[in-house]
């Protein structure tokens, strides 16, 4: 069966053939689109769309690519409300306050584990989000991490061990290192695709990093860091050393940070919503694509940091609050996501493509920006 989707008032496509300087999201006016199998087979103007064995009509809505959602936190337990008040009242953000989710998420038995995966990713979904990765982390034992793993593969598509979230609590950071790259990885090295490590003060430093990273690339897997979110640090030149995917954060960053990411294929993942609740510098998102780098826009939904699953949301700051055109926030949050998970079928309207529409409802995604705040995502197909 094929389905013809007309009355687009505005098609994004993200297609590099028809994506400009001025406009990256290869926009059609006046557009329909034709889906065969799940898959785009057809898209341009209206007036010269084929036949279908079926259609739909959206009513001059915008439709965009699906939401890729590159880095979330969504197999945990309990809350850090107590945290976060604290945070608004002046205290400063650490990686220490992970321990307050690792003992309720140990705590948590697998139905409400998935009762709370089920819940967030859903949420995601109905806000437009439909390729959505999420990372272990909350466990950081042989048995939970891979029982995190197993979880996050039920509901997300693209899943990351984080073992080397925080130093384990109760273990020597020595001992701790040991068992990551030993036991912990092993038991999660055939139901994850990716490996991340907190590269931070608090966390792990720049040798204990590149040692988790090593040995998750020797295990096969892809690589991913939380790099550069407290202060000036390591994270972005790891990243970039040992190859990375993407390195996530960014909040605080060199000249040479910046010329690194621009000259390699690591994306700089920033995390807008994760920036206001900790009250960092916002991420030199600007910075970083005048300089030639790829950018992404993820929301880091968790429940220390970054409570939200709007990518919407994230997408509005990064317009309003760091400086970025809707054109170029868009694409960030869709094709910039597909490319830090590296990711060619996701992200993007080409033929050939998933056919993950978003409807809005509103008639361009210039809307997102223009009305903060406000639930426009009519559908997802």
Not at 91 to 96: E, I, K, L, Q, V
Not at 259 to 277: I, K, R
Request: net charge negative; aromatic share 4%.
């Amino acid at each position: 069966m094929s389905t013809l989707y007309t009355g687009i008032a505005e098609l994004t496509t993200n297609d590099p053939e028809r994506a400009t300087r001025e406009d990256p999201l290869g926009r059609v006016l006046d557009a329909a689109l034709v889906v065969e199998d799940g898959l785009v087979v057809w898209t341009g103007r209206q007036h010269e769309a084929p036949e279908a064995d079926d259609r739909v009509d959206v009513c001059g809505r915008a439709v965009l690519p699906g939401w890729v959602d590159a880095h979330s936190h969504l197999v945990f337990a309990g809350d850090r409300t107590e945290e976060f008040e604290a945070r608004t009242a002046g205290r400063p953000y650490a990686a220490g306050g992970i321990a307050t989710t690792v003992a309720a998420t140990r705590a948590a038995t697998d139905e409400e584990l998935r009762r709370g995966l089920r819940r967030h990713v859903a949420e995601a979904r109905a806000q437009g989000t439909t390729t959505l990765e999420t990372k272990t982390g909350y466990g950081l034992t042989p048995a939970e991490e891979l029982r995190a793993a197993l979880l996050a593969t039920e509901f997300t598509d693209e899943v990351t061990w984080l073992g080397a979230h925080i130093v384990a609590p109760g273990e020597e950071p020595a001992d701790y290192l040991a068992e990551l790259v030993g036991p912990q990885l092993q038991a999660v090295r055939d139901h994850v695709r990716w490996a991340d490590v907190f590269c931070e003060t608090g966390a792990f430093d720049e040798e204990q990093s590149r040692t988790v990273l090593l040995a998750a690339r020797e295990a096969g897997l892809g690589l991913r860091v939380h790099g550069n979110q407290l202060g000036p640090g390591p994270g972005v030149r790891l990243a970039v050393e040992v190859g990375a995917a993407s390195v996530d954060h960014c909040n605080h960053l060199s000249d040479a940070d910046v010329d690194a990411l621009a000259g390699s294929d690591t994306v700089a993942t920033v995390l807008p919503a994760c920036d206001l609740s900790t009250r960092q510098p916002l991420a030199p998102a600007r910075r970083l694509l005048d300089a030639g780098a790829t950018v992404a826009i993820a929301s880091n939904c968790n429940p220390g940091s970054s409570y939200t699953s709007s990518l919407a949301f994230c997408v509005a700051t990064a317009v309003l609050q760091m400086g970025l055109t809707v054109a170029e926030a868009v694409h960030a949050a869709t094709a910039g996501g597909a490319r830090a998970l590296r990711r060619t079928d996701v992200g993007h309207l080409a033929v050939g493509a998933r056919a993950d529409l978003h409807v809005l409802d509103a008639p361009s995604v210039t809307h997102l920006a223009y009305r903060p705040g406000v639930p426009l995502t009519h559908s997802v197909h």
